[in-house]
T-cell receptor, first 114, second 114 residues
Framework: AQSVAQPEDQVNVAEGNPLTVKCTYS??????LFWYVQYPNRGLQFLLK??????LVKGSYGFEAEFNKSQTSFHLKKPSALVSDSALYFC????????????FGKGTRLHILP | ETGVTQTPRHLVMGMTNKKSLKCEQH?????MYWYKQSAKKPLELMFV???????ENNSVPSRFSPECPNSSHLFLHLHTLQPEDSALYLC?????????????FGSGTQLSVL
């Protein structure tokens, strides 16, 4: 069965500092991996995805994520945080033969301190 | 605006009521989803419809009954709910079978069961 773990409920980062939001996954086979963001009173919005190829994936708003197969991780990163990055971030996984079954983690609240 | 519209935005119902949630997408997607979002829990995949056929029922209690009359519309019929069913219910859609697969979410229905 697929599963996603986001070990941190909340991450606090000072504005201008680099940020990392952690994600590990468990799946049989080669995964599709995703990050989504949720702002207050909104649904989730797609940030980036890893399908195959280069392990470093670049996405919206300056975010990037690194796929590490040996550690089964897909951490979200940004070199310099903005206050507007404060939101709830979700990691997700699916399999290529079941791309209609996308499983999410519990989310990590990112709080950027001015 | 994501192209996925959910109504109503808020719903308060008693345990003996019957109500329905509605979701509509005009993105030409073939798959539609219901997710349940509760605080500090993983986003829970409830149902998936792919080309109007149900492809996933994630052990959801029978008091939740989905309906997908066509690829653009998805309903969630609710009856005799419990207070623990109070949550944000999110609808999403996607085009499957493509490396570009990603979910587009509605803003959700905040459900309170009294």
């Amino acid at each position: 069965a697929q599963s996603v773990a986001q070990p941190e409920d909340q991450v606090n980062v000072a504005e201008g500092n680099p940020l990392t939001v952690k994600c590990t996954y468990s799946v049989s086979g080669n995964p599709y991996l995703f990050w989504y963001v949720q702002y207050p009173n909104r649904g989730l919005q797609f940030l980036l995805k890893y399908i195959t190829g280069d392990n470093l994936v670049k996405g919206s708003y300056g975010f990037e994520a690194e796929f590490n197969k040996s550690q089964t991780s897909f951490h979200l990163k940004k070199p310099s945080a903005l206050v507007s990055d404060s939101a709830l971030y979700f990691c997700a996984v699916s399999l290529p033969n079941r791309d209609d079954k996308i499983i999410f983690g519990k989310g990590t609240r990112l709080h950027i301190l001015p | 605006e994501t192209g996925v519209t959910q109504t109503p935005r808020h719903l308060v119902m008693g345990m003996t009521n019957k109500k329905s949630l509605k979701c509509e997408q005009h993105l030409g997607h073939n798959a539609m989803y219901w997710y349940k979002q509760s605080a500090k829990k993983p986003l829970e995949l409830m149902f998936v419809y792919n080309f109007k056929e149900q492809t996933e029922n994630n052990s959801v209690p029978s008091r939740f009954s989905p309906e997908c009359p066509n690829s653009s519309h998805l309903f969630l019929h609710l009856h005799t709910l419990q207070p623990e069913d109070s949550a944000l219910y999110l609808c999403a859609s996607s085009r499957t079978g493509s490396p570009m697969v990603k979910l587009f979410f509605g803003s959700g229905t905040q459900l309170s069961v009294l």
